[in-house]
Each structure stands twice: as C-alpha cells, then as structure tokens.
C-alpha cells in the first residue's frame, strides 16, 4: 500500500464521521446563492471543529472530543445507483493522476516513497457513495432551515428522537436586522435554546468588478479537486479520450458532468490556495445531474412524503441546476477569477464557523449524550432481552414498527440506500432488524461512542454486539460489528489490532452476504491499519484476495496496493511488486485508466528492464506502445516499439515483422502529427534500424585511381567524388529494405560562418549528394553501403549522417510467403514507409595519456568524416589503348598511350616513376642524341651521360603541359621482361597543376600491370682476339661469336615457329662491328674493329641481315639497351676503366654491347601474319683468351671492377693480374711455302716479320727473344708453351733444352736473335728476322717468346712478363726438286 | 511432471526456461521471475541462520496438499544435467545454456508423467 497524505487514525475519522442531513428553504438557498454557493457547500469548509470539547460517557466519565469532523449532506442528495457509482468511481480515479509525470519516478525506490492520490480518491469517493449502515445511524439530525418567517416541517430521521437544529439565515445587506431578531427569538421560544442559531451572512455587497483577493479561500480545496498541473494534462487528456473514443458513452457523460475548463479557471483564479490533492471530492457527488432520476425509481415507501419530497425535489434539482451550471459554465469566457464567496467577510466566516460549533458541541454533542445515556439504560436494563426472543418473531414485529415510522422519516433511505437498489435484503441470509430494534442497542451505542472518539467503549460495545449477532446468526449485523470492533480496537491503539476479526468480517460479507462493497470497505479500513502497524505482506494478501472482484478498476486499484505492500515488505519484493503492477496495468486497462495502466506498465518496466528477461520484457515494451500509442503518446509509443527492434531479440522473425511494422504505423504517425504541428520538421528522426557499425566507417579515397597528396589527409578537391563506406547492420531476423539512401552532410563555405546541411531539402549547388535507390539487408547481415558526394564550393564538409527510407514493404514479400499472414492485415499496413536518419558519429582511438584517460574510458577526436575541400586540382587520366598482358621475353611492343586532363585546371610537370624502369619507353627522350648521331655518320655517337636512366622521368608532353579537357596519345613502347613469368608492373604519375596557389600539394596517379612472359631465345656471345688479321695487318681486331638459341617451350613454341636475327647492332666506345660470317646454325661471328680514337662517346654500328636497317642507337631501341642490365654493366665496366686509366689497364676488358634484333612471326585467328619483333641485349666484358693462373698471389686480390678501390692499389698488385700476359698481341708474316732446290743451295733463307700490336693504352717495353735452334719436328713446342706453368722459365728452359739437340734438319734464326722495343700504346711495329732451313719440311716459324711490361715512366720496377704466345705459324720449305722425296722423308 | 523448469543465473537473469506448451512461455517468464523474490528470501534467510554452507536446498521442493500429503521432488538429475553441462569447456559461466543434452535432459523430466 502506498503512502497516504493521511494517517490511518485521520482516515478512519474522516470516513466516520457525523452527518447531518440539511434541509434549506427556497429563500435560505437563494441568500447563499449570492456567493455561488449552495448552503452546504458554503458551510462545508467550517465542518472540521478544531477545538476540543468533553463529553460524558453513560457512565460519567467526561471523554475529550477533538478534531470532529461533521459532514453536512443535501437531504435530497440520493444515493446513486450501481452503474452511477462505478461511472463515478472510474471518473475520480482517471481524473486522479499523479502530479509528476516524469518517467524517473517510476523506479521502485521513487515509488516506495510514493503515493497514490488515486487510491485515496477512490477510496474517498466510495465511503461517501457506500456510506454504511452504521454510519447511517449517526445521521440522526435534520435541520429546518427557516427565513423570515417561513416554517417548514421538519423530519425526524434516524430514530422517533431526531434531534432537530433550526438556522435561521440573515442576509445582512438585504434584510432587516430587528425583524430577524425578532424571529430567531420566537424561534428561541418554540424549539429550544440550542436548537437554534441566528447565522449573518453577506454582509458584504459584491459589486462583481472588485474582488479581494486578500480574502482567504477556505473553498478552493473543496472545489478543486487536483492540482493545476494535473489539471491541464487532464484537459488535454479528456479532450483526447473523448476524441479517441467517440463511441464510448461513459467517458461522454462524464465528460458532461464535469468540466475541467471551467475548474482551471477557478484554480487560476486564486494563486495562494491551497491545493490539496487529497480531498478532491466534493464536486464529484454533488454535481452529478443524473442523481435526480434513480430518485424517481426508488419505492415510494422510501421517501417520507410525497408533498415534502416533491418540494424538495425541486429544490435540490433546482439548485444542482444552478450549481453545476456555475462549475460548468459559469465563469467560462470571463477573467479567471474567484466567483464564490464574495459576498461573506471574514467575520461571516467566523460566524459560520461558531454556527458549525454550536451546531456540534452545544447540540450535537449534547444530544448524542443523552442518547447514549438513554440507549445504555436500554441495554442495561435487559440485556438479555434479546437474547431470549426469537429472532424470527423479533424480526416481524420489528419491522412493522419501523414500516410505520417510515412514513415521516427518510431514515430508510439512507438505511437502505448503502445496499444495492434493495437487492441486498433478498440475498442477505439472516436477519434485518428494523432500524428502532432493541437488538441494535448496543450496536447503536458502539456507533454513538465511536463518533464521540470512545473508542474503548465502542469496541466493548461492538464486541458485546457482535456476540449477540452471531448468536442470533444475524450474519450481516455480526460481521459489521466484528468490523467496527478490529477498527476501534485499532483506533484505541492500545489493544492489539484483531487481525482475524477483520479476516471473519470480509469472510462473512462475502460468503455469508455476499455483501462484495462492504467486503470492500473492511479490506480498506483493515488493509490501512495494518499498514500502520506495518504488516504489509498481510496487508497485500488482503488486496488480493478482492482481487476476485468483477470489477476490473476496484482490482486494479487493489492490485497496485498490494503491488506497492509488496514493496514496502522486508525485504522488499520488487519482482512481486513488479509483476502485480503488470497484472493492476491488465486490469486497469481493460477498465479504460488507460493512463493509470500505461503508468503501472512503465513502473514494472523499471524490474524487468535490462535484466535478460526479454520475453516479459518485450511483452511489456510491446503493451506499452500499444497504451501510449491509444493515448495518442506517440512519441513514448515509439520509443516504446524502438526498444523491441534495438537489440538482437529471440523473437520470432514474424513477431519481429510485426513489431517493425507496427513501430513504423506508430512513428509515421508521430511524424505526420509533427509535421501538421510545423513544429520539428527540420528534424529527421532518428531511426532504430539498421544499426550502424560506426568504427568502420571510413571514407574511400576516391573511385580514381587519382590521390591527392597533401599533408592534410582530410583534404578533398572540389568538383571530385568522396566516397563513403558505411557499414549497416540488421539485427533482426527479418530482411530490411532501405529506399533514397543519401549521406548527410553539413557544409561550412569558406570564410563563411553559416553553415548548410541537406537535411531537408538536396543541396546539389553546394555537395552534389548520390542518392542510392534501393538497399536492402537481409536477416543478421552487416553490410557495407557506398556513398558518393561531390562538393561544389571549397570549404569544410562535415558528414554527419545517413538519410533514408525505412520501410515495411520488404517485409511483407518474403515473411508474407513464409507464415502465410493473412494479407489483408498487411495490405493497411504495407505502404508505410518512414523517411529518418541515422547518425554517424565515428570515435578516435583511445587516448591512455594521462590519469583521467586511463581510468576512465575517453576517446580521442575522430575527424576521418570532416573533410576540408580546396579548389580544384588537375585531374589525369591515362589510358592505353592495346596493352599487352602477354608477351615473350624481351619482346618489344608499341601501344599508344591517351592522356586526359578531365578536371578545369591546367596540369604540368607530368612525371612517372616505377621501379622496373626497363619495361617500357616512351621514346623521345634520347631524341637528340639520335640527331646527334645521324649527323656523324656511319658511327652514331651518344654520350654515356645522356644514358643515364633513372627511375623518375618525365613524360614528353607536347608543350609540357595539358590544358583541360585535352587529351593526348602518345606513343609507348613496352618490351617484356627478361625472365619468363608473370610480373607485376607499377607506375605512378606525379604532376602539378599549373595554377594551384598551394605548391605543396601535387598529385599521382598509380597504374599496375601484371604482364605474363615466356621465354624466347637466349643470346650469348663471346669475343677473342683475331690472331690472324686477314688483310688490313695494323688493325686490332677481336672475333665476336654469337650464339643464338631458340628457348621456347610448349604452345609458345608451336606459335612461334622460328626465329630470325634481324640485325646485330655494337655499342661501344672502342669497337665497331663488321661481318664476318653467318652460319645458319646459329653461331654468328663478326669482327670487331678497333677505334683509335678511344674518347667518352659511344660508337654504334650496326650490321643489317634484311634491307631495312634498324636505327638501333635511336629511341626507342636504344631506351631499351640503355634500361637493360647489360648497359648497366658495361656502363659500370666503362666508368672504372675511365677511372683507373691512368694507373693501369685491363686489356683483357671490353666494352662491348650488343643488340641483337629479332624477328618472329605467327598466324591469329584471321589467318593474318603478325611480326613479333625483340631485342636483346648482351655485354662482353672480357675477352674469352685463356690466359695462365696469376702467378703470385695479390696480398688481398683487388676487384677489378671497382673502379674507386683500384686507384687505392699500388700499381705492383696489378702485375700479378692474369691480363698481363695479354699487354701485346704479337703475330708472324712469312711465306707460308718456300720452295728451294737444296741441291742447288744447301741453305733456305726465310724472311720473317714480327707483328708487335700494343693493345694496350699504355706504353710497353717489349722484349723479343728469338731461340736459337729448333727442330723442325717440333710443332709441339706451341703446346708445351701453352702448358708452360708458372713455373715459366724453367718450363722454357726444358723446352730449350729439347730443341736444343742437335739436329740437322733444324732451322736456325740468323743475325739478331733479340730485341728490345718500346712500343706506344696501341702501337704497331714489326721486325723482320731471317732464319735459315738447312732441310726440306715444315717449320713453326713461332720459335720466339715475347716479353712485355708497361714502362717504366707508368709502372717503375715491373718485370717482363712472357706474352701469351700465338698459335704456331708454319712454313713449308719443299725442295723444288726432289718434291717426292722430301715427302716421304716427312 | 513439471510444467516448467527454469536455470535461473546469479544475477537472477534466466539462463535457460523450457515449458511443456511454449505458448504459455509468457506466462512463465512472469512467474518464474516473481517467484525469485521468495527464492531470494529463502537463500537470504539461510544464509543469515544455517552456518552448514551445503545445506542448498532452499525448501522449495516439497509441497503439502490440503490433505496433508507431501510431495517431495529431488533434483539430482538436473543438477547432474546441469553439472554436465558445465564441464563444457566451451561454456562460458553466465552465457544462455544452449546445450541439446542439457535441453533434452529437461524436457525429459517434464514429460515424465
């Protein structure tokens, strides 16, 4: 049980309470009228006596009275029936809201310390409407009210001693003073000195334009039921209801009865009342028009007088005419301002106020005291007087009695009025005792004593009464007075509360009596004093076991008290208290408090929320959407269904279909509602569904392969595509269908301060937005929406969020065929459609700095969705037309490239830039040295330097730049890869625009190709010194052999049947090439012949195999032999030679590149003939001469290469190098016949000339040593020098030693056998020796050795070192005449 | 034999509800969750009075009819079922029990008649 404004003590007092029935004469009640009110509404605010007066108890002891409270009652005012009084019930109840309305409070530790004004109302409200029995014997005074010097009869009501008290009304502003003293003592003189009171009034005229405000209000709280807050959300709410439930008759007549308009006014009225929501009930049975009617239909012998009653009839509906017309619609249109009252002055107030007290303690009081007396001598005097009769006969006689007193007492009425149109009678088992029944002696005693607060006497009396009642098995009687008893026994707050006095009272009543209001009433009162005494869990099985009731508002109201006993319990049951709130919310809206169910639902919410009970959760988010939603509380209705679709629930997909479905019907509403309010419509709502996931969320750098580069990475240019990648998520199991998706941006121009959004309307002049038709998502799908936004203006672009179109039609398609739904529940339901965003909100990572970061958890500022645009940035685009993906190795394709400036800016300094520079050419770039080399001749030279190819080169535009719009084709030459394979090729574009005020930024443009290469042929060449020049004799010369494979395999080899050298082309410094033979086996030799003229430049020559020649030393040919490893090589090779030159010489070293062209061929698909063309490239570094192992060993063997380390090296360390053997080429010239007639001469004479060739760069001293006899069998002597091992002399001394036997068939050299010689570099000379042949046969003329050094002058303190020798010359000497014999002699 | 049977977790979420009519699920889910508050009493009130930490039978299983005859219902066999379960070493304590053996075991012991 909730809290209560009143104590149980205060309760029980204000519910029982003496009431006197008031009579008011025409004139009295139009006096009163002059302040709006009727005479019991004017008196009513004084009713509570707080002074305390004495009373005696029969047996004389004097009993204090305080805090007594008196109810005046409209003698007419009948009571309502059945129907009526639920109406009514229900009306104070839904007018009864709580005042604070804000979900907070809905918590169960809030509602622990909450009330339920309701709950007081209503149980206000039924204690005046079933007003009991007993307390109908309390009502034992009428009044007759007089006027001048009108009398009227006056009714003696609860017993034949009615104690009778005369009013007499004057209006001091009307009415003679004397006249009406002069009356009050004739009035003195007829009824009694107590029983009359002259009462002034008005003694103020009222005007109607001045009110005082000053004056104290002591009606407002009788008027006004709730305070104003509650009040307006009444009106709001009334209105609604009414709306929303045309058809629904009760809420329209309640409407009528009251109107709240009116009662705002009157709380506006006067701003310093009090407002006291717990005595709001006043109005309610006073103003109810249809009171008159049930009138009509009560039996005539209930109502004491025709003449009397009809007169009065018309009074009272007279006056509840005027009354409610005043509540009504009496102020309506005028300045909100107090209207009652005006005419009584604060000494008509204290005169009231003595009137009320003598009324009480003067008359009353002293009435009750002697009929207490009086009932107690009864009592005393036969106390078992009714013990002995039988009740039966007591019974009939009984009631004839009280028959025959009915007739001038409306006693009756209230008597029987508390029961059911009568029907209790029938029902009742047991007995009804006439209301002047000795039997209820003692009860009427306890009655009496409990109305004057002697509680003990009264529970004494009831106890004795009860006693009797149950002898009597008078059941109703017994289990009133059980009842009085446990409430005096309480209020005496001495003896212990009889708990199961109460529990036989509701038993009896509803068992025995089948008396369900006053079962009631006894579970109010007892539940209320338990409560005090703090039992609560008894206090909620008592509400629940009334639960039963067919009255879904009483089992409502009594399910939230037990729901809030629950609570109160320790420990608390918050789980009971939740769950009996569920089931007060069931009833409470199966009842229409649609308000006070929605509130039951949110209350249980608060138990069940967050707790893993979805199902029961669901259930309720479910029924409070659908509550909200009837009180047109669209927007918690929503938020209600928001809840079932925000996680991943268990539910079925139907159930989720239908929950989406409704959410969308409810917040479509909500939006239409708004949009007719104008109120929001710049804001989109916030939609629940899909869920975004929002740390993926990125922006796609562009759909270009273009890229800005900049230091700020939030840099977008204008007029180009952002993309957005935003991550959608379904968590239902039912597919979505999103429609107009957009991206929702905000959008600062620069140095502007206002800022655009495209929130409502397509801001295509400012961020052209893309607008993604259709989206759908399936069940449990997370995927992946791409945006595009294209901005207009430069300046700061904030994407903030998602747009689009939510809506059910996606789901009616495919969940319509799986669970066969009915269509036409859907058909009403399938067009809606939502239109809500989304909100992006990205978070930074998180920051772990300082204390408070790492404590708690703080995410750092994310700006990936904040973009600055800058003005616009050229755009390149390249494309090629005919790109190869497939080629063979060191193929060599052209295809044209496009360039395209799509952007407005002008672009320039286009560079590209790969890591495999070898792949491709754009030709062009060696342009001058071709020209350069067709002016020179035969020899086209370029410089090495001009050959230096990097990585970064720039692209030849035609003028260097590229204006917008324009495209350009240039031609690309593309050579495949080396090795067979497939590779990836890159690229990148850098370039400028040409207007941008910012330098710093620039762009590129990445490009891959993946190329596939197979092998083709394999070049391999190899060069050697040509010992025997065959004409020219001074020319140094090297044979080049080249051999050519074919290495192709499988279908390539089946495609590319043959190939054909075309053309080999030399580059070197030195050397340029000549033919020399060409073997179709695929072994090529040429000559190379040696330039004098050593210098930087690079010599091509080329030597042609078909007619037209290749212009290989131009590009791109020649791009590709200067990006080939060879080049590189030999380009290496050149660059130490070029730094070593002046200490030594390597002359075993080349530079010698070679390209050699080829051709292939095969037939495509259209039978046509296609040419395949290559090159390839090859280096010869080094002479393939065997030359002797070195000799000593270097005391760390210097690279040759290296060219810096060389120059490090003394020059001795050079010595030791193999290639000294090879400083001079040297070579024999003779007749290679000599025909003698050795009859004739015994001598031959044999001219030879030594050929000396310096083949190196610097001066050598050579020594020329002719040996002094050699057989002429001996030709093995070439091979024995040839194997000389570094033992050299001693190898040649053996030698010497063999053909230096003596032998007559020997040649010997004559004349000077040896010399010395100083040869320049590259020099020639030649010496001429003679030798002389003694014999016929063939000689090997090669019998010398040459020695050789550099000189002294570069290279001091070398020695000689043996040359390598030439291959063996012969020479035939034939004797002219005995040819034959010298043959056999051979 | 039982209409319903329910593993209830330490923060009083349900771990695992089966009932022999799942269109009565709603209706247990409710009672099952009131009916905590009586079982929170009782584990409180044990733990204040019986200092015998094992004494886990919180007097739940026995029901008197008006005619005084007991029942009395042991629950050895989900607690085995439940201990089964638990070995898991998949199951992480706290999450929804899905297992199918757990879950037969239940249904098995409602359908015993």
Not at chain 1, 872 to 877: D, I, K, Q, R, Y
Not at chain 1, 1090 to 1108: E, I
Not at chain 2, 25 to 36: D, M, R
């Amino acid at each position: 049980m909730a809290q209560c404004t009143q104590s149980a003590h205060e309760f029980i007092q204000s519910a029982f309470c003496p009431m006197v029935a008031v009579m008011c004469s025409e004139d009295a009640e139009k006096i009163c009228q002059k302040n709006n009110l009727s005479f019991v509404e004017m008196v009513r605010p004084f009713c509570h006596l707080t002074s305390e007066a004495h009373i005696r108890d029969p047996s004389g002891v004097i009993h204090p009275v305080k805090n007594w409270r008196i109810r005046l009652v409209e003698m007419s005012a009948t009571h309502p029936p059945q129907h009526v009084v639920n109406k009514l019930l229900s009306e104070v109840v839904s007018r009864t809201q709580p005042i604070n309305t804000d979900p907070n409070s809905y918590t169960p530790e809030v509602q622990v310390k909450a009330s339920t004004p309701w709950f007081e109302a209503f149980r206000d409200c039924f204690f005046q409407l079933h007003a009991d029995p007993m307390n109908a014997f309390a009502t034992m005074s009428s009044q007759q009210i007089e006027q001048q010097s009108e009398h009227h009869g006056h009714f003696k009501w609860f017993s034949s001693t009615v104690f009778k008290y005369h009013l007499l009304l004057h209006d001091v502003s009307g009415g003679e003073e004397s006249k009406a003293e002069a009356v009050y003592q004739s009035m003195k003189s007829v009824y009694g000195q107590n029983a009359c009171h002259l009462l002034q009034i008005n003694s103020v005229y009222h005007t109607g334009s001045n009110p005082r405000p000053n004056l104290p209000d002591p009606w407002s709280q009788f008027i006004i039921p709730t305070g104003e807050d509650s009040l307006d959300w009444d009106d709001e709410e009334v209105d609604q209801d009414s709306e929303a439930v045309d058809d629904d008759p009760e809420n329209c007549a309640v409407d009528e009865n009251f109107d709240p308009e009116a009662a705002v006014e009157e709380t506006d009225a006067g701003p310093g009342r009090v407002r006291n929501s717990s005595a709001p009930i006043l109005i309610g049975p006073l103003t109810f028009d249809e009171g008159d009617e049930p009138e009509d239909k009560l039996p005539a012998k209930q109502l004491p007088s025709k003449l009397n009653d009809k007169h009065h009839h018309h009074l009272a509906s007279h006056y509840r005419y005027f009354s409610s017309r005043h509540f009504s619609g009496g102020t309506r249109g005028t300045a909100p301002q107090r209207n009652h009252g005006l005419c009584l002055s604060l000494s008509d107030h204290d005169r009231i106020k003595i009137f009320v007290h003598e009324l009480g303690y003067r008359g009353l009081l002293q009435y009750i005291e002697k009929l207490m007396r009086y009932l107690n001598e009864q009592v005393t005097k036969c106390p078992a007087k009714s013990k002995r009769k039988p009740s039966r006969s007591n019974f009939k006689i009984l009631s004839r009695r009280g028959l025959h007193r009915s007739l001038f007492s409306a006693t009756r009425k209230w008597f029987g009025g508390s029961k059911p149109a009568g029907l209790a009678s029938r029902l009742v088992p047991g007995i009804i005792y006439s209301s002047d029944a000795p039997e209820l002696y003692q009860r009427k005693l306890g009655d009496l004593a409990f109305l004057v607060q002697n509680y003990e006497f009264a529970y004494n009396c009831y106890h004795t009464a009860k006693r009797e009642f149950n002898n009597e098995h008078a059941w109703f009687y017994f289990a009133g007075a059980l009842e009085m008893a446990a409430v005096s026994a309480f209020m005496t707050s001495q003896r212990p509360y009889p708990t199961h006095y109460m529990e036989t009272a509701i038993k009896t009543y509803l068992n025995a009596c089948r008396q369900h209001q006053f079962a009631i009433r006894a579970t109010l009162l007892s539940t209320e004093a338990l409560k005090s005494r703090n039992v609560y869990l008894d206090s909620a099985l008592q509400f629940m076991r009334m639960t039963a009731e067919e009255s879904d508002l009483l089992c409502a109201l009594l399910l939230e008290q037990a729901a809030h006993c629950f609570l109160h319990s320790n420990p608390p049951m918050i789980r009971k208290y939740a769950f009996n709130m569920i089931l007060a919310g069931h009833r409470y809206s199966k009842s229409a408090q649609r308000k006070h169910s929605l509130r039951c639902y949110r209350q249980a919410l608060h138990i069940y929320n967050e707790k893993s009970w979805h199902l029961a959760e669901d259930h309720i988010n479910f029924t409070l959407g659908r509550q909200s939603f009837n009180l047109r509380l669209l927007e918690d209705a929503q938020i209600f269904f928001r809840q079932l679709l925000e996680y991943e629930s268990l539910q079925e997909p139907e159930q989720q279909a239908s929950y989406l479905r409704e959410f969308l019907f409810v917040f479509k509403q909500l939006c239409d509602m708004k949009q007719k309010d104008k109120s929001q419509v710049n804001d989109l709502p916030v939609l629940p569904l899909p869920v975004i996931q929002q740390e993926s969320t990125r922006v796609i750098p562009c759909y270009q392969h273009s890229m800005l580069q900049s230091k700020h990475q939030n840099e977008r240019l204008l007029d180009e595509t952002v993309g957005v990648e935003v991550f959608l998520k379904n968590p239902l199991k039912i597919p979505l269908n999103l429609t107009n998706l957009l991206l929702l941006w905000k959008f600062t121009p620069r140095d502007q301060a206002t800022s655009v959004s495209n929130e409502v309307s397509p801001r295509d002049d400012v961020v052209k937005t893309e607008v993604i038709t259709n989206f759908d998502i399936n069940g449990s799908e997370t995927k992946a929406a791409h945006f595009a936004l294209i901005p207009c203006q430069t300046g700061q672009l904030c994407i903030t969020g998602v747009k689009y179109r939510l809506s059910s039609v996606a789901i009616n398609g495919p969940i319509e065929e799986k669970f066969s739904t009915p269509p036409l529940t859907n058909s009403a339901m399938s067009a809606v459609s939502i239109l809500g965003r989304l909100e992006l909100e990205v978070k930074g990572p998180r920051l772990n700095n300082t204390k408070a970061e790492k404590t708690s958890v703080i995410h750092g500022k994310d700006n990936r969705l904040n973009l600055d645009v800058v003005p616009a940035m050229p755009l390149l685009e390249v494309s090629f037309s005919g790109f190869p993906s497939n080629l063979l190795c060191n193929e060599v394709v052209q295809t044209v490239a496009e360039f395209t400036n799509c952007s407005d800016c002008c672009l320039e300094k286009l560079y590209i830039t790969t890591p495999n520079p070898e792949f491709f050419t754009f030709g062009g770039i060696s342009s001058s040295s071709e020209t350069n080399g067709k002016a020179s001749g035969d020899f086209p030279k370029c410089k090495l330097s001009a050959s230096d190819i990097r990585r970064v080169s720039e692209v030849p535009l035609p003028g260097n730049r590229l204006a917008p719009g324009y495209s350009t084709k240039l031609p690309v030459w593309i050579q495949g890869r080396k090795k067979a394979g497939k590779s990836m090729r890159e690229v990148l574009f850098y370039y400028l625009s040409s207007e941008n005020t910012s330098p710093k930024s620039y762009r590129v443009l990445q490009h891959a190709f993946e190329m596939t290469t197979n092998s083709s042929v394999a070049v391999r060449a190899t060069a050697r010194r040509n010992r025997h020049s065959p004409s020219s004799d001074d020319q140094n010369q090297l044979i080049v052999a080249l051999d050519v494979e074919s290495v192709v395999r499988g279908d390539i080899a089946r495609k590319f049947l043959e190939f054909s050298v075309v053309q080999v082309s030399c580059a070197s410094r030195n050397w340029t090439l000549e033919p020399l033979s060409h073997h179709k086996t695929g072994k090529m030799s040429f000559g190379l012949a040696d330039l004098s003229s050593s210098s930087d430049d690079l010599h091509f020559s080329h030597v042609c195999f078909v007619k037209d020649e290749i212009p290989a030393s131009c590009s791109p040919w020649v791009d590709f032999f200067f990006r080939s490893e060879s080049w590189q090589e030999q380009r290496n090779l050149a660059q130490s030679q070029l730094s070593a030159e002046t200490t030594s010489y390597d002359t075993s070293q080349v530079d010698i590149g070679l390209i050699v062209f080829w051709q292939t061929s095969y037939i495509d698909k259209d039978f046509q003939k296609q040419l395949v063309n290559g090159q390839n490239h090859v280096t010869i570094s080094r002479l393939a001469e065997t030359v002797s192992a070195v000799t000593q060993a270097a005391p760390v063997p210097p690279p040759e290469s290296s060219s810096s380390s060389e120059t490090a090296w003394p020059p001795s360390a050079f010595t030791g190098v193999s290639n000294s053997e090879l400083l001079v080429k040297y070579s024999l010239r003779h007749p290679a016949r000599v025909q003698l007639d050795f009859n004739t001469s015994r001598l031959a004479w044999v001219a030879v000339e030594l050929m000396l060739h310096n083949c190196c760069s610097l001066p050598v001293d050579v020594f020329v040593e002719l040996f002094p006899r050699v057989g002429n069998s001996s030709p093995s002597s070439e091979t024995s020098s040839g194997n000389t091992t570094s033992e050299q002399s001693i190898a040649f001394d053996s030698e010497s030693d063999l053909s230096s036997k003596p032998s007559l068939s020997s040649f010997t050299w004559v004349g000077q056998t040896s010399k010395r010689v100083h040869l320049e570099s590259n020099a020639c000379s030649s010496f001429k020796f003679n030798a002389l042949i003694s014999l016929p046969g063939v000689y090997n003329m090669n019998n010398l050795r040459v020695l050789a050094k550099i000189s002294e002058l570069h290279e001091p303190g070398g020695s000689l070192i043996l040359q390598k020798p030439c291959p063996p010359s012969f020479v035939v000497v034939e004797n002219n005449f005995k040819t034959h014999n010298c043959q056999k002699q051979v | 034999m039982a209409v319903c049977v329910a593993v209830i977790g330490k923060e009083n979420y349900p771990l695992f509800l089966r009932t022999v009519s799942p269109e009565e699920e709603l209706k247990f889910h409710y009672t099952v969750h009131t009916s905590l508050d009586v079982v929170e009493e009782k584990v409180s009130s044990l733990t204040k009075s019986s200092n015998d930490p094992r004494e886990l039978y919180l007097g739940l299983y026995g029901y008197v009819t008006n005619t005084k005859i007991k029942f009395v219902v042991m629950f050895r066999k989900l607690h085995v079922a439940y201990t089964d379960m638990f070995c898991n070493p998949f199951y992480n304590p706290g999450e929804n029990i899905t297992s199918r053996i757990f879950e037969r075991t239940v249904i098995g012991m409602m359908k015993q008649d």
